[in-house]
Every structure is written in structure tokens, then in C-alpha cells.
């Protein structure tokens, strides 16, 4: 129902402001009372446009700025019999839903990126692989190091470094995975790689 309608809308610069929050209301309360579909088009024809425009903006990335219009949008729809337009205008009230989900969206991205690589972890695992010609023996030689000294860790321990950093998983899909608290995932990735850098540095 989202996504087959065109952000692209004759409605988008017709109305007045004054006008078009009147009519917009309306058409909400439309969608509250009737789930007329109809009306909640007009409504999605108009705001998403703007919402993409304000969703670019802030993330900078249209793939999200389009996930953002279509929660946003759903909520809408799903919502609609919240809005009172004597607490404010329909605007206000979407770009409200839309920021919130913004902000849900950037705690979600930042939790994954720091679930994989937080500041409690060994820094060298999360530094960036340097060009190939960059890489010196004595890299090479702590690289082969590192595999053969990951076999002499705790089969817990080994387990948890193995999802992470070989299958790519989450500390969270690993908790899930090993139905253990998320603490205990992070515990033992902590001591894994404390373990390991330990071990390099007595092979020095």
C-alpha cells in the first residue's frame, strides 16, 4: 500500500498553508474514524515528499531516508486516531513521529557499530585493514600468531571471538545464539582479546 504510491503529488504545491492544514486534518481524521485510504494517500502524497527531503538531509543517505517515509507513513496510518489538531497542526505531529523514528534509527545503527567494534575491545581488531603492500613481515608474522594462538583460548571464549569476528554476527544474534546474557557475550570478547593481546605480547 506504501510504496506503490509516487512521492511526486500535483496536491504537494497547490494548496496554502492555512488551507492545506485545515484539509489535512481533515483527511486524518478520516483516516481515524473511516481507515479510508483514499484520504490517507492525499495525506501520504503530500507529506512524503517533504519527509524524504528532511530524512536526506539528516542522514544523508537515501535508502534510509526512504525507510524513514515508510515507517513514518505507517505510523500514520496506524496512528491516525492519536492526532488532535487542537494540540497542533498535522505537520507537526508527522515530523514529530518522523524525528523519533530518526532518532531510533541512529541509536539502532550506532548500537550495531559499537556492539561489533566498542571501545572495551581490543583496538587493533577494529582498525582498518591496511593496503597489502603496506603490510610488513613482522605484521604478517603477528597475523599468523593470532590464528594460532585463537586455538589456545577457552572454548567460551572461542566460541564468542569465532561468531564475531568469523561469522560477522552481532554481540546480540551471539547472545541469542548461545542463550547467554548479552553481558556475558561481552565479558568473554573482552577477555578473549585481552587474552590474545597478552599472548602476542609475551611472543615478542
Known amino acids: 500500500m506504501l510504496v506503490g504510491i509516487s512521492l511526486e503529488n500535483k496536491f504537494t504545491n497547490t494548496s496554502k498553508p492555512k488551507d492545506?492544514?485545515?484539509?489535512?486534518s481533515a483527511l486524518?481524521?478520516?483516516?481515524?474514524?473511516?481507515?479510508c485510504k483514499r484520504s490517507y494517500a492525499k495525506v501520504f502524497g503530500y507529506?512524503?515528499?517533504?519527509?524524504?527531503?528532511?530524512a536526506l538531509k539528516q542522514m544523508g543517505n537515501e535508502a534510509l531516508a526512504m525507510e524513514l517515509v515508510q515507517d513514518t507513513m505507517t505510523n500514520v496510518w496506524q496512528k491516525a486516531h492519536l492526532f488532535n489538531s487542537e494540540k497542533g497542526s498535522p505537520s507537526t505531529w508527522i515530523f514529530t513521529i518522523a524525528r523519533n523514528i530518526r532518532f531510533d534509527m541512529l541509536r539502532k545503527l550506532q548500537n550495531r557499530k559499537e556492539d561489533i567494534c566498542s571501545d572495551d575491545l581490543w583496538p587493533v581488531l577494529c582498525e582498518q585493514t591496511p593496503d597489502q603492500n603496506e603490510v610488513s613481515?613482522?605484521?604478517?608474522?603477528?597475523?599468523?600468531?593470532?590464528?594460532?594462538?585463537?586455538?589456545?583460548?577457552?572454548?567460551k571464549q572461542k566460541a564468542v571471538i569465532e561468531a564475531i569476528y568469523?561469522?560477522?554476527?552481532?554481540?546480540?544474534?551471539?547472545?541469542?545464539?548461545?542463550?547467554?546474557?548479552?553481558?556475558?557475550?561481552?565479558?568473554?570478547?573482552?577477555?578473549?582479546?585481552?587474552?590474545?593481546?597478552?599472548m602476542l605480547e609475551d611472543h615478542d
Not at 492545506?20 to 489535512?24: D, G, H, S, T, V
Open 166 to 198: 568469523i561469522d560477522g554476527k552481532s554481540q546480540q544474534e551471539v547472545a541469542d545464539q548461545l542463550t547467554i546474557p548479552l553481558g556475558t557475550v561481552k565479558s568473554r570478547t573482552r577477555l578473549a582479546l585481552q587474552r590474545l593481546k597478552d
Open 137 to 155: 613481515l613482522d605484521q604478517q608474522v603477528t597475523l599468523q600468531q593470532v590464528g594460532q594462538l585463537f586455538n589456545k583460548l577457552p572454548d
Open 20 to 24: 492545506c492544514a485545515e484539509e489535512m
Open 28 to 35: 486524518l481524521m478520516e483516516v481515524a474514524a473511516e481507515r
Open 47 to 54: 507529506f512524503a515528499p517533504r519527509l524524504r527531503s528532511y
